[in-house]
């Protein structure tokens, strides 16, 4: 049995006019990195409150380390961490007095669980008299992460953690992620950035409070049942239209410098074809290459089936 159970769950707001989840199931392995991957409005938080016991479910059961979230609502917050996506730490007070208070909450102290924050701690030591709501985004983040681990927890649940936060920072808090796991602790992490979906072990694709596929990342990329090409030219936005309105071509999305681009009918013609539609349109310096599909790609084609 998973360390963290969803079976059926479901959520509505506004008197039920607002599906929040519908009929939700997974399990999370102990000790695995799992990701909740979605856009805003998915119903990852929803979930995420359902589990963390701050949200009674209109149906299904959940559980987390084998304790129910309704019924067992007081040992689920003794050993689990929550960091939400809104930094909700006390921001007027200073680094070191928001970890003493999550400490003391659950009768420990910075001291006892050293060990497990050390990697975070010392990055935060030379601002521990600084108030928290003068700490930069990353520092804030690091901050909610270490009072969400001062009391050792064997599950951590993280909403959105890397959401309006540097490059730098992103690539930092992944690795300290990596680190955590490597002792023992079960990790969820929701995020809409598709780019971090490939950094978890296993992956749940959400959209509309449903849950699309389940799977290791190069699983699902591995199904992907169309070959991707990857298409550039000058004047990018004219181009998206015009390939939309060329018809061999089944579906286009913008993806960072090319155009990600699937065929109707697959044959080793495509993309000459398509290289002399554009030359014979005007464009220039056009570039048409098979390419990999990506989370995102995966996504988009199982939102649009």
């Known amino acids: 049995m998973g360390d963290v159970v969803l079976t059926n769950i479901s959520k509505t707001y506004n008197d039920g006019k607002t599906v929040a989840v519908d009929d939700v199931s997974f399990s999370v392995n ?75 909450l659950f009768d420990t102290s910075i001291a006892a669980n050293y060990d497990l924050v050390k990697e975070i701690y010392v990055q935060l030591e030379p601002f521990k008299k600084r108030r928290a709501a003068k700490l930069s985004g990353g520092m804030k983040q690091k901050l909610a992460l270490c009072c969400a681990l001062i009391h050792k927890p064997e599950v951590l649940f993280l909403d959105e953690p890397t959401t309006g936060v540097d490059a730098v920072s992103r690539k930092e808090f992944w690795e300290m992620l990596y680190r955590l796991k490597e ?17 978890c072990e296993r992956i749940a694709l959400i959209q509309g409070g449903k849950i699309m596929s389940i799977d290791t990342p190069d699983n699902i990329i591995g199904q992907y049942p169309k070959k991707m090409f990857a298409v550039r030219a000058e004047k990018m936005s004219t181009l998206l239209k015009e390939l939309r309105e060329y018809d061999p071509i089944e579906s286009c999305f913008a993806f960072g410098e090319y155009h990600h681009v699937t065929f109707k009918a697959e044959n080793g013609n495509n993309a000459e074809a398509l290289n002399t539609y554009l030359n014979q349109k005007g464009y220039e310096q056009v570039h048409v290459k098979q390419t990999s599909a990506t989370i995102e790609d995966c996504f988009i084609r199982q939102m649009n089936e």
Do not use: H, W
């Not at 990701?35 to 987390?64: C, N």
């Not at 023992?184 to 809409?192: F, K």
């Open 30 to 104: 102990k000790g695995e990195l799992f990701g909740l991957i979605g856009p805003d409005g998915a119903g990852k938080t929803s979930i995420f409150r359902i589990l963390t016991t701050l949200l009674i479910p209109d149906g299904g059961t959940a559980s987390v380390s084998g304790s129910d979230v309704v019924k067992d609502y007081k040992t689920i917050r003794r050993n689990i961490g929550y960091m939400p996506g809104k930094f909700s730490l006390y921001q007027d007070l200073t680094v070191e007095e928001n970890l003493n208070f999550f400490a003391t």
């Open 183 to 199: 002792q023992g602790i079960t990790i969820l992490v929701s995020t809409p950035y598709m780019d971090e979906a490939t950094l």
